[in-house]
């Protein structure tokens, strides 16, 4: 199982999300407040990922500790501004 922070975080705010994995790489796609998301991971020696929960209109690439990295985007969505 890939992307396993992540998974459970989603799962700890009740959020729903649909899993694949394939080839060693873990995609998720869920939505919030209305708006679709995607985390798709790629493959070794490049590990990474790409997604736009930054800005749900464009993708971006993550890479070092991707997993971290995303999450704490995901996180700052739950911070009063």
Do not use: K
């Amino acid at each position: 199982m890939r992307l396993e922070t992540i998974r459970h975080y989603l799962d700890s705010r009740g959020t729903s999300y649909q899993y694949r994995e394939e080839d060693d790489c873990g995609a998720i796609d869920f939505e919030h407040r209305g708006l679709r998301y995607h985390i798709w991971e790629f493959p070794a020696p490049e590990r990474g990922a790409e997604s736009n929960v930054l800005s749900a209109g464009r993708s971006v690439e993550y890479d070092g500790d991707y997993e971290q990295t995303i999450l704490s985007i995901l996180q700052s969505w739950e911070t009063p501004q």
